[in-house]
């Protein structure tokens, strides 16, 4: 059972209205080809849950500015202008998550808990409509857990395990989202032999991992 | 003299280089983007600090020392950034175990309102502005210390006011106040002036803060 | 013949042999301490899994193949183990992440009783034995399919229960018992023989379970 | 401020009857050295928080054997034979937690997160006298944080900054356990210059670390 395969076989698990979590920060990070394929394959009305948006251009910012977004789920917008003009007119829902609510979110999610318990949001827009838990009298926020149909992962060295090990901060929300999807693709920069990552290097098991795709990093 | 009549050029270096004074060697320390970001220029030689970018490292920049290729190493604002050796790129999970878990020292970061019970709002102006909260909800919540370090006034209005006005960030969070017109510290019945530009009366810093503001018996000048 | 008369030298065998049937190829299992242990060898060589051990590893041994220093790789019993290579070492927190959230596709472990709604005993009995639940609990309730493996009786008394007597491991967590009498699935309606030993007669069976028992109408032949 | 620092030195920071955190699974990740420097130091009513009892004669085990410890709060203690014995004459409080459990409450206690929402235990002895919360129509139990006044961790490999990487699976508890405690110490098996531990391989990053001792493994 090989988990190699081609980028156009790995987005055809993804159809049109899937929810879909994308590894990266500001761009960094993201599986660019993955990207461009689920462009290319014209899927649309997606739900993207990602930190951000990235910047134009540059790419899970590219999904936006083609208009396959329907949904945002994300800490921050503010450097991708178009979705402030999406939102506006009214074409793209925005659901803003305070970054560290949002790993522990999906994190939950991959886990198999029950939700987080944060004080974050306590006392500001991020609480409206949340239970709110006293625990040793201090009040957190109860935020539920997030899943996705399909996960976005890049990594820089792959090994046919599915084994992942990411080079500098493009690491970001990657590692947690290739624990929170039914489908978890990963996008290989560098395709190595099984031992080439050694056992205690290993950030991603590639019992995370359903799929790998070669060609990673632009 | 009047808060008008102050030289706007290095605005920004006064409050970083006073800010500056506030960490000690050895801290762990995130600096939100703009202004904050010039604070580590102003530390003094005996005092390390490490930095923390949400993004994923400990021990950020400034300097490139070890890898700097900007597809894989970029700072909170996706530019290109670098790691210090001794460093580590940790994944957002484990960053914001660190920021949440009460291991990040300080943080400095701006604001668009504070008011008198500490209340921050840094992060929406409905219907103008929306760019998200990023990490910062999460920073204020768990930092041991909140440093505001920002303009007095916008635009000649004030930013420090009696109550925020808008969408919070989070509740009586801020420690301590850096202008360049001078130091307020939260206290629990409210603002404390204790250091003032020289170049201004106090007068002239109760005029530009909506907020009550107590004057300290030890007042000092800004350094 | 009766079930006192089965051959008991190759009762595990039976057991174990019988559970590797139930693995598929690329499966993710784990396998608790004792009996569960020997199913890996009777796997057909076109079946591999991939072994967790709770204590940190993904591609557990058994055959030393990297690391084996006992002072750094043991298996959940403390025992010197070893990772295959592409197997990755994890920490705890990774290791029930994997548990819990439903990544492991199968387990297979032992019980003290079992019952009609497919809950567990496996971890106490109090005032006697209390050695802790260790990952036991997590187990049952995170993995997608938990396997009992285990001898039909305990020194002649049923272990298979209209309803446990001792503290659960987990609330209607068994899919399935596999004991050297016979494959018992748990069903909404109760337990369900499908398969039996061939050297036994059902009532053999029906007389060492305690638990009411509906016979299969396709019931076939132990392999 | 240098945080390597002398056994002797390191255990000054733990006083009778304090909690300790100690990375380890049957003793594999213990932090032998500091473990002895406890006893030494004549140490005594401790609440020890680990995985297990570890077995007889080996790493932690010595401090329940030499009567150290009051409590424990651990998953299981089947190995060590002396602790039936000390519960059972009255003489140790032992609080049995789920593994995953365990974990999940030491990493709340050092996330700052309120507690775990999780399925374990629900409906066993483990659920006796806790809240139980509905999220999405399923039961959790809610477990609180864990936090210690001193964490004992071991290290493969530790540079100056307090960097850590872990060998095998004598990582286990240990990265965990680094965020949950008010005071740090890491025992290296080997002092490594900054910058041999890649920083993509670093697994603890030093700001957990308070201090470090040299002289680790058996």
Redesign the interface.
Known sequence: ?SKLISVEDAVANISDGMSIMAGG????GNAHNLVQAIIDAGLKDLTMIS??A??PGYGIAKLVEQRRVRKLI??????NPQV?VQ?NAGELE?E?V????L??RI??G?????????????????ADGKPV?T??G?E?L?E??LRADVALISG?RV???G?I????????????MA?AADVVIVEADHLVE??DIP?????T????VDYIVTGG?? | MTATTLDRSNLKEIVARRVARELRDGDFVNLGIGLPTLVPQFLPTDVRVTLQAEVGMVGAGPCPEVDADPRYVVDAGGKPASIRIGGAFIDSVTSFTLIRGGHVDATVLGALQVDSEGNLANWIIPGKMVPGMGGAMDLVVGAKRVIVAMEHTQRGEPKILPRCTLPLTALGCVNLIVTEMGVIEVQPYGLLLTEINPDLEVADVVAATAAPLRISSSLTVML
């Open positions: 059972m920060f500001m761009g960094c930190n951000d990235s910047m994300t800490s921050h917008v503010g450097l402030a939102m925005v803003l305070p970054q560290g609510t790993v522990e994190r939950s991959g886990a198999g808990l029950g939700g987080v318990l944060t004080p974050t949001g306590i006392g500001t827009l991020v838990i625990v040793d201090r957190y109860l539920k857990p820089y090994d046919k395990n084994n090990w990411y080079r500098g901060d493009a690491r970001n929300f990657n590692p947690v624990t099984l031992g056992a205690e290097d290993v950030v098991p590639g019992v995370f990093s632009l």
